[in-house]
Structure formats: C-alpha cells, structure tokens
C-alpha cells in the first residue's frame, strides 16, 4: 500500500486532495479518521452507483473531481426528490437522515472525495469494489 493510500488519522495530515482522488483506483478508501471528522477518496465504475443509503447521526460533503454523475436525495429510498447531474467542481451537501445516492452517468470512472462529520467507516476502511463495500459486515446498509 502506497503512503498516500492508507487512513493518516487522527494524527495531523496534508495532501493534494485533486491528486489522491484522481489517482485513487479502488471504490472506496479511507485516508483520514479522526475523532469528529473522516474523510474517503471513491472510484464509481461506469455505470456504477454509490447505492441508496442514509447516515442517521452525521453530515456528509461530496466533491466531484472527474466524471459526470447524477445525485439523488430525498426523505427515503423511494422518495428522492432532489434530482441532478453532477460533474467536475461540483460538491453535494447531505444532511443527517436524508437517503442518498450517486450514480456514474459517464464512460470514464466518476472521482469523488467524501467528508462525514462524525465518521462512518472503520478507521483504515478500503473497499476495492462496491461488491466489497456491499459485503463488509462492518458497513451499515
């Protein structure tokens, strides 16, 4: 594992965020924990999907850094009213107990960082795909 691909928490940390998320190759990898706070680089296929999901006690912030996607949030799985394209510089705010989702609309990878105010994976968390995701016993679906 690369320096750079490995959860730096919660000790102090500096990085070129663009350039950890461009070269990120697995779906999802967590590069900082701390306490309050985490942050996660994803990779979402074409064609993929995050997956509808909801965080009870935290905030989530989504920046999109490649790749053009579409963004879902609403008040259930079923009922995701907010609807939009997403692509480069866009960022997507999700407050606690809205479901969500984004999907890959495009033919490249979609790159996406992700910061939850408190955390909501295990510290060091890397999912290589989103089967893996899916399958973690540890991940809350």
Do not use: C
């Amino acid at each position: 594992m690369s320096d750079l691909m490995k959860d730096h928490g919660p000790h102090p940390y500096v990085l070129d965020i663009e350039k950890a998320t461009l070269d990120n190759e697995n779906f999802r990898d967590t590069l900082w924990t701390g306490k309050f706070l985490q942050m996660t680089v994803m990779n979402i296929p074409a064609g993929g999907e995050i997956g509808a999901e909801v965080h009870e006690d935290h905030d989530q912030f989504l920046r999109i850094e490649a790749g053009k996607g579409h963004v879902m949030i609403g008040d259930s799985a079923d009922k995701l009213d907010i609807d939009r394209v997403v692509e480069d510089d866009w960022a997507i705010f999700v407050p606690a107990g809205k479901w969500h989702n984004v999907v890959n609309e495009g033919d490249e990878p979609l790159k996406v960082y992700s910061i939850y105010a408190a955390p909501d994976h295990v510290a060091g968390t890397i999912h290589k795909t989103k089967e893996d995701a899916d399958n973690d016993p540890n991940e809350q679906h």
